[in-house]
Structure formats: C-alpha cells, structure tokens
Nanobody, 126 residues
Framework: QVRLVESGGGSVQTGGSLRLSCLAS????????WGWFRQAPGKMREGVAL????????YYRDSVKGRFTITRDNAKNTVTLQISRLTSEATAIYYC???????????????????WGQGTQVTVSS
C-alpha cells in the first residue's frame, strides 16, 4: 500500500503561483507513474502532470504546458507541482496519484492509478 498526502493548495489571484507537494509513505513509488490530477466542479477528473518512473520528459496536459512543472524526488518520496500564471480555469481539487507500476508510458487515465491522496483545493480568483 502507498499513502499519499498533499499539501500546498490555497487561494490565489489570477496570474499568481502555487506549489503543491505530495509525500508518499508505505511501499515505494520508485516504479510508479506518479503525478497530479485535478477535478473542477461538475467536470471529470483529468490528468495534469505525470512523472515517469525512469525519468524522461513528463506528461503535461496541453492547457498547462509552460506554466506547470512537475518534479519528482524518489530519495525524499516526494513529487511537487509548481504552478504559475494561474487562471480561473485552474480552480479545482488537485489530487496526487500513483499507480502500482508496470505502465509505460504514463498516461492520464485515472483508472490506471491505484493510490490517491485526499486532494487539496486550489482556487483562483480575479
């Protein structure tokens, strides 16, 4: 089992920045796809940024490319998401998620991820 705990959400004005962190405990996530999803009210959960277990170019949703950066530190069991130039479109609950390993490449399909954090709210206002 893997336990994921997010932190760092909050309220920010349009154009601002936030840093989300996810700490994993329990079994290792070294072989897992690990990253971030979000779910806005009335919308489906969508993959935002995902890191591959062996490194390489992360997956980013098209709408966040150039503004979101995912960083994975296997030694510290953390994955962070630096988000900048926020718009109201980013308002959502952000979830940290990891799969049980074996997927390549890492795709933004929520059903492939076994472990989820409790979520952290990000609210962007003008």
């Amino acid at each position: 089992q893997v336990r994921l705990v997010e932190s760092g959400g909050g309220s920010v004005q349009t154009g601002g920045s936030l840093r989300l962190s996810c700490l994993a405990s329990g079994n290792t996530t070294r072989s897992s796809c690990w990253g971030w999803f979000r779910q806005a009210p009335g919308k489906m959960r969508e993959g935002v940024a995902l890191s591959h277990p062996g490194g390489g170019t992360p997956y980013y949703r098209d709408s966040v490319k150039g503004r979101f950066t995912i960083t994975r530190d296997n030694a510290k069991n953390t994955v962070t998401l630096q988000i900048s130039r926020l718009t109201s479109e980013a308002t959502a609950i952000y979830y940290c998620a990891a799969d049980s390993g074996g997927h390549w490449p890492c795709l933004p399909n929520a059903y492939e991820y076994n472990y989820w954090g409790q979520g952290t709210q990000v609210t962007v206002s003008s």
